[in-house]
Structures are given as C-alpha cells and as structure tokens.
C-alpha cells in the first residue's frame, strides 16, 4: 500500500471506531462521564471509567461515527473546546486517583469553527499538552484511524504512543499540505509520501513505538491480546515514581526532537 493508500484506509468507513475498541474491549465495564463543568458534553470525545480486567482505568477517546447520522451527531470526530476540556478533566480525576488513561484518536483535526475558536480552541488544545507532560499517572495513547493536528496531539503527549497498521498520525492532512505546497489538491498522494505519515514511518522514525495488527471486529482474541499488551504497559508505568514517570514522558518527546 502506498502512504496515500493507507490515509484512504484510515478514513474508510467501514474501519473500526473507537466506539467499538471500547465496546469489544471494555464491555458494560465502561461507564461513560460527561460534560467538562464549563460549557457543554461534546459527543466527538468519548470518555469514562471501565475496567481493564481487575485493573480500573479512564478511558477517552476521539470518535467520527460510521454514517451519516453518527457522523453528524459526532461532528466528524471535529472536537470542540469542550470535548479537549472534558479529556482533561476526567485526566486530572484519573492523576488524582492514580488511575491510568488510555487514549484513542481517530480525528482529521480539532474543529476549526468560529463558535469553537470564540471558546478558546488553541488554548484547550494548549492546555492539553502542558497537563499531560506532567500528568502524575501513565498515559498511552493509540491512534486506531487519522491523527491529524493538534486535534490528535491533544490526547498524545503519552508515555508510548502506538498506531493501528492502517492508521496515519501527521501535522496536516495531504490535500491541506499539498494545496499549501503546489496549490493542486490532487497532488494529495505526492505529499502523503512527503509526509511520512504511515505507521511505518513513523515508527522507522521513532516518534511512536509500536505498530499493532488491525483487529477484525469478529475476533475476540485479537482484542484480548490487546487488553494484555496495554494491561503490561501500564503495570511496568505504574511501578515507576511519579518523578521517574513524568520524566521519561519528558525525555520521550526530547530524543523525538533530535531525531527528526
């Protein structure tokens, strides 16, 4: 698959939502919260308790909806103010608590309405890495469709980052960049090489760490191995200090610099 390929497959409507990563993993375990105690619940970001078998976890998650009538309640996994603000309030719970957070993104970006800018969207999305870069409790974030922009870094300044095989994590989406670069949208599939943006590459460049095999909605063991392998991470976190935690959070992001 070409890098354009795999940004057509992270967007297919037929992928599996975070939604249903929560459903198969999380069953009636999960118990949804709402709200962010200032303006409204935004239903684009999913968020709430559940538990990870005997280990209790928040759980948030950016979701698009799978057709039309899901997609526009969600607005397209468009995250307002209010949906970053609620993120981090239920973070902050979780730090307090300390309870681990697992985050999924699945956004082409933060909702760039004059409504959401007139609520502070740049600062929700600020306040959102500063919290999380010092966020007193592990936090692993996993981008199971698109990552775009600041809408998905705003739930994945993580102790490990990692990404569905078919998922794709970058500052811009290829029509915005190659609209920027050559003014021709067309050009979307030059600038996704360009971009580097595939799972692959990113891994290849070390700003995430782990690649994971698309899951098949039918098959129950492939989420159970999942559960494990994010159970095992959180249990080696949990064992650190909370100064050994945040600060290799804080060298997690340095040694991303320096190599790219």
Not at 18 to 38: Q, W
Not at 97 to 119: K, M, N, Q, W
Not at 196 to 218: G, M, S, W
Request: charged share 25%; proline share 3%; hydrophobic share 40%.
């Amino acid at each position: 698959m070409s890098a354009y390929d795999k940004v057509m497959a992270a967007r297919d409507a037929n992928k599996i939502t975070t939604v249903d990563y929560i459903n198969h993993m999380f069953g009636d375990s999960f118990f949804e919260l709402h709200g962010d105690r200032r303006y409204s619940d935004d239903k684009a970001v999913v968020a709430g308790l559940a538990m990870l078998h005997d280990m209790p976890v928040t759980v948030i998650g950016i979701e698009k909806g799978r057709n039309t009538k899901e997609r526009m309640e969600r607005n397209f996994g468009q995250a307002h103010p209010e949906g970053y603000r609620k993120a981090l309030r239920l973070m902050k719970q979780a730090e307090k608590f300390h309870r681990p957070v697992l985050c999924f993104v699945d956004t082409s970006g933060a909702y760039p309405g004059i409504g959401a800018e007139e609520r502070g969207q740049g600062q929700a999305i600020a306040e959102n890495l500063m919290e999380m870069m010092t966020l007193k409790t592990p936090v692993l974030t996993i981008v199971v469709g698109e990552g775009g922009s600041g809408g998905a870094l705003a739930l994945a300044v993580a102790d490990e980052v990692w990404m569905m095989e078919n998922s794709v994590y970058s500052a811009i989406s290829p029509e915005g960049c190659a609209s920027i670069l050559w003014k021709d949208s067309s050009k979307a599939p030059q600038a996704a090489e360009a971009l580097k943006l595939t799972a692959q590459d990113l891994f290849d460049l070390h700003v995430i760490e782990r690649i994971i095999r698309e899951p098949r909605a039918e098959d129950a063991a492939m989420f159970e191995s999942l559960k494990l392998l994010i159970q095992r991470t959180f249990e080696k976190n949990l064992a650190l200090t909370d100064e050994e935690l945040t600060n290799a959070r804080y060298e997690r992001f340095r040694r991303i610099g320096t190599n790219l």
